[in-house]
């Protein structure tokens, strides 16, 4: 059993939650104005946890066939027969009960809403078989972290967390642009949507390049209408340069430095917004 949850963690790349549990956290402390209850800080991650893990694992399985045909990414657990799908769908089943347990305790708005979130993060799996819009998709998908955690710490919508939801979402379309452009041949052949195929590689780039302009934007506007301290607008010069880095890493015929581009470059954006906002709150 822990061999096959070790898998399980590994086939949803458990390590790809930086990308969006510093943004849920930004939400609970802007909604809280400085740090919240502890209580809130543990339901937050565990409800992070269980969407997330329920949400990868629902992905793996729909695209258990097509994975299977990808050079790519027939390697993975469901392809090789190292996990049986019976076992992903109570792996699935065990964290969409978690993730209602823990909405619940967090408060009624949060609740309601769960089957919502879940809904859109899950149905992200099957976009890329009818639109190339997939990656907005998922970027949304991510763009619910900082919303879920403000409406966590104060059940109420308000500015600051749907600016932060419009550049989240923004900032996951444009890299996973990047990261599609690698089953493009594949995706072509396979009648799948995404940017790439639809506009090629090289316009490809150049969206994925506005897409992370127009998410400087969003967090820009976020920042401004929580006034958070001038340390926050400056802060947002290093992620500029970090998004600027990722692209000239990306070559229309090189992607020999993707992971580094994906994974390294995007991880430090989360963690570096997080310790931004946190210190330009204007109450610390």
């Not at 909604?31 to 893990?53: F, N, T």
């Not at 149905?123 to 639109?131: D, I, L």
């Not at 940017?195 to 967090?219: E, M, Q, W, Y």
Request: with cysteine.
């Amino acid at each position: 059993m822990f061999k096959k949850i070790k898998l399980a963690l590994d086939m949803i790349k458990f390590e790809h939650s930086i990308f969006a549990l510093p943004f849920a956290f930004i939400g609970a402390f802007l909604a809280q104005g400085g740090m919240p209850p502890w209580d809130k800080i543990l339901w937050i991650l565990v409800a992070m946890v269980s969407a997330r893990s329920a949400a990868m694992a629902f992905n793996r399985l729909v695209d258990k066939e097509i994975d299977a045909r990808n050079p790519r990414t027939k390697n993975r657990h469901l392809p090789r027969g190292i996990l049986t799908p019976q076992w992903v769908h109570g792996f699935i089943l065990f964290w969409v009960i978690v993730f209602f347990v823990t909405t619940y305790n967090l408060n009624r708005l949060v609740f309601y809403l769960s089957p919502l979130s879940l809904f859109i993060v899950m149905g992200y799996s099957y976009t890329k078989r009818f639109t190339w819009l997939s990656h907005l998709f998922l970027g949304i998908a991510d763009g619910l972290a900082p919303l879920g955690g403000w409406l966590a710490v104060k059940p109420a919508f308000a500015a600051p967390p749907l600016w932060l939801l419009a550049g989240v979402a923004l900032w996951v379309a444009g890299f996973d642009i990047l990261y599609s452009c690698l089953d493009y041949e594949f995706d072509r052949k396979e009648g799948l949507h995404s940017i790439p195929v639809r506009f090629g590689i090289k316009k490809a780039l150049h969206i994925s390049t506005f897409f992370h302009i127009l998410t400087l934007v969003c967090f820009f506007y976020a920042g401004k209408t929580a006034q958070l301290t001038p340390l926050y607008f400056y802060g947002l010069g290093i992620i500029g340069i970090l998004l600027i880095g990722e692209h000239f890493l990306i070559k229309p015929n090189d992607f020999s430095l993707i992971n580094m581009a994906f994974f390294t470059i995007n991880g430090f954006v989360a963690i570096i917004m997080f310790f931004l906002t946190v210190f330009a709150l204007p109450c610390i």
